[in-house]
């Protein structure tokens, strides 16, 4: 199937790894061009230099954090690309710890980076959004925003918090034809996964370690997921044939979400 996304301007925030780097690749094998960013900007460079020998793809340090730099980034990326027909928000961490054990600095940089981390990018974006004949904004978030963890409080709650805000946005954002949606991911196997097993003092490798946790958390398909996993539904979100798709929030957590 088309998805339509030939030569359409996608800008993707936390592009160097992950769930950010597969949906970058997914896309530009789908012919759209691409604007992408990260903190680390060599690093960025040399994870896509294979996209830039089959696409346009323009890279940048950013700071979602700070408005001004992300200004600089859309900018530079409306002027390279001729304007944007999707945004992907990706760009987060979780923040393993109790309330209690969490300071006020760390609380505040938190809800910064899951609530200004994606609004700095949205509202940089919204006019060129606007002029596109298929506008799509993909807020990548987590299944954490519905079904929270102690062990995970304040990342929770600030995902929560953004996911009410997506919605917001959606309706707000609909009257301009820019569709707005949430994909909730469960456990993937990203860079932090792999950090967290090397930091362990467990004597398995990876995929076992990881089955256990799974097992815990009560994944039904027993695994973590991947990050093409994820890439496919965000990619499928961006395309003009998902044109009648806004305010939607899809969980990609192999049945971990324990709710209706």
């Known amino acids: 199937m088309d998805l339509q996304l030939k030569g359409r301007r996608i800008l993707i925030t936390g592009a160097s790894s992950g769930i950010g780097l597969a949906t970058a690749t997914m896309l530009a094998g789908e012919g759209a061009r691409l604007a992408l960013c990260a903190r680390d900007e060599p690093r960025l460079r040399e994870a896509t230099a294979a996209l830039a020998e089959i696409t346009d793809v323009v890279t940048a340090t950013c700071d979602v954090t700070d408005r001004q730099s992300v200004e600089n980034f859309v900018s530079q990326a409306i ?21 209690d054990d969490t300071s006020d600095d760390d609380i505040r940089t938190e809800f910064d980076l899951k609530i200004f981390g994606a609004l700095n990018v949205v509202r940089a974006a919204k006019k060129a959004l606007a002029s596109s004949d298929s506008a799509s904004i993909v807020v990548v978030n987590a299944i954490l925003s519905r079904q929270p963890e102690s062990r995970l409080a304040i990342t929770a709650a600030a995902r929560a918090g953004l996911l009410n805000l997506s919605r917001s946005l959606a309706n707000d954002y609909a009257a301009e034809n820019i569709r707005v949606n949430s994909v909730l991911l469960g456990l993937v196997d990203t860079g932090q996964w792999q950090r967290r097993h090397g930091d362990s003092d467990t004597e398995l490798d990876f995929a076992d370690w990881s089955a256990e946790i799974a097992a815990d958390r009560g994944i039904g398909l027993g695994r973590f997921g991947t990050a093409d996993e994820l890439a496919f539904p965000i990619t499928a979100l961006l395309s003009p044939r998902s044109s009648y798709i806004t305010g939607a929030s899809l969980d990609v957590g192999g049945g971990v979400h324990r709710y209706v």
């Open 79 to 99: 002027d390279r690309l001729g304007g944007l027909d999707g945004v992907v928000c990706n760009a987060g961490r979780s923040l393993m710890s109790t309330v």
